[in-house]
């Protein structure tokens, strides 16, 4: 989560004019993507298997385009919801007002500024701002429909038996992507459990209080950084594709199932020495992970 004040949304709103037009795109080629049905003829290129396109696309759909070159981002903003897109980061910062506080979603993407354009993901800007988009396969055709739900305030996951209230699309997406990174050969027990854990920190009052916020949290120590999940630090979190049973484990964890038995932590007695998690209680132990609390 990104904590700040309103001078960096007053700051991208006054840049609102200024974002770079450019030429076209090394990498990106010619597409078109119908909005309400209607096409719209923009570039486009392919990162991670998502489609990424110019920000200044999101002008067809009465969106508020721009670039804050204090910040270095593509700044959207679209009714009451504002995004910027740092520039070479995996990350997009966002908030509802003026006034209120910014967020940050970690992205399977990086915001790339080329031919004086900066990319941002497609179906990911276009939901935050509460759009509706599809791309089928078939006629290799996208499609976004404005008068979609917003996304942002109604995608939610209910998550009141694990206790955790609700999580966004982002949380869901990021809990699915770690848990087959730290458990994808391991059970649908185990994997269940390694969900589990995670949402058990969220709960706790030591730890983040979000879901993303506990999976990519690094803490400093005589200044070493030390990353909670090693996922996150190896940058497998980005490569994996999340099975059915993995997405089904974490839907069940979600509904306040718990085979680790209230553990915050896990590890693999064979790949860590590290003293702070051996200290932990064991709870149980399931295919190659111990957990504790």
């Given at each position: 989560m990104?904590k700040?004040?309103?001078?960096?949304l007053a700051a991208?709103?006054a840049?609102?004019?200024?974002?770079?037009t450019?030429?076209q795109?090394?990498?990106a080629s010619k597409?078109?993507?119908?909005v309400?049905?209607?096409?719209v003829?923009t570039?486009?290129m392919?990162q991670?298997?998502?489609?990424?396109?110019p920000a200044?696309?999101?002008?067809?759909?009465k969106a508020?385009?721009g670039w804050s070159?204090t910040?270095?981002s593509?700044?959207?903003?679209k009714?009451?919801?504002?995004i910027?897109f740092?520039?070479?980061?995996?990350v997009?910062?966002?908030t509802?007002?003026?006034?209120g506080q910014?967020?940050?979603?970690?992205?399977?993407t990086?915001?790339t500024?080329?031919g004086?354009?900066?990319?941002?993901?497609l179906a990911?800007?276009?939901k935050k701002?509460g759009?509706?988009?599809?791309f089928?396969?078939?006629t290799?055709?996208?499609?976004?429909?404005?008068s979609?739900s917003?996304q942002?305030?109604?995608?939610s996951?209910?998550?009141s038996?694990?206790g955790i209230?609700s999580v966004t699309?982002?949380?869901?997406?990021w809990?699915?992507?770690?848990?087959e990174?730290?458990?994808?050969g391991?059970?649908y027990?185990?994997?269940v459990a390694?969900a589990?854990t995670?949402?058990?920190?969220?709960?706790h009052p030591?730890?983040?209080k979000?879901?993303q916020d506990?999976i990519f949290?690094?803490?400093?120590y005589?200044?070493?950084?030390?990353?909670q999940y090693?996922p996150?630090?190896d940058?497998r979190?980005?490569?994996v594709?999340p099975?059915?049973e993995t997405?089904?484990?974490?839907?069940?964890?979600?509904?306040?199932?718990?085979?680790s038995k209230?553990a915050?932590?896990?590890?693999n007695?064979d790949?860590?020495d590290n003293?702070w998690v051996?200290?932990?209680?064991?709870?149980?132990?399931?295919?190659n992970?111990?957990?504790?609390?």
């Open positions: 990104v700040l004040s309103g001078k960096l991208c709103l840049g609102m004019l200024m974002l770079p450019g030429l795109a090394a990498g597409t078109t993507i119908y309400d049905g209607k096409p003829t570039s486009m392919v991670n298997d998502r489609q990424m396109v200044a696309f999101f002008r067809s759909v508020s385009v070159p910040y270095r593509a700044v959207v903003s009714s009451k919801i504002t910027g740092p520039s070479g980061a995996r997009a910062d966002y509802l007002s003026q006034a910014w967020k940050r979603d970690h992205l399977m990086k915001s500024n080329v004086g354009r900066v990319f941002v993901p990911y800007t276009a701002l759009l509706s988009v599809h089928d396969a078939r290799k055709r996208t499609t976004i429909s404005t979609g917003n942002l305030l109604a995608q996951v209910a998550a038996a694990a209230g699309q982002e949380d869901l997406m809990l699915n992507q770690v848990t990174a730290e458990a994808g391991e059970s027990k185990g994997k390694v589990a995670i949402l058990n920190r969220v709960k030591e730890w983040p979000t879901i506990t949290q690094v803490t400093k005589n200044g070493v950084s030390y990353y090693s996150v630090l940058k979190i980005y490569a594709t099975s059915a997405k089904k484990a974490v839907q069940a964890a979600l509904n306040g199932e718990d085979p209230g915050i932590v896990f590890y007695p790949k860590t003293k051996r200290s932990k209680k064991t709870t149980v132990i399931i295919g992970h111990v957990f504790a609390k």
